[in-house]
């Protein structure tokens, strides 16, 4: 159980990460990469926020247990 808690903390972590930066790119506060097409693109900000939550969720769960 406890790899499993592991794993859910692991892709927890890395779903917010990457939910931030599309939160980042998509608003226009993040310019990398700076050919990328989801720089200034509102879409993206949603879809990040939406992969955020879930790997915050996802970090919940982790620290809570699964039992």
């Given amino acids: ?3 499993a808690k ?9 779903a917010a990460a990457v939910g931030f930066l599309w939160i980042g790119q998509g608003s226009g506060y993040v310019q990398w990469p700076e050919s990328s ?5 509102v879409h993206w900000v949603y879809y990040g926020l939406l992969l955020a939550i879930a790997g915050l969720i996802a970090i919940a769960i982790s620290r809570r247990g699964l039992d």
């Avoid at 592991?6 to 890395?14: A, D, F, N, W």
């Fill in 37 to 41: 097409f989801m720089i200034n693109d």
């Fill in 1 to 3: 159980m406890a790899v």
């Fill in 6 to 14: 592991t794993l859910l903390l692991i892709l927890g972590v890395g």
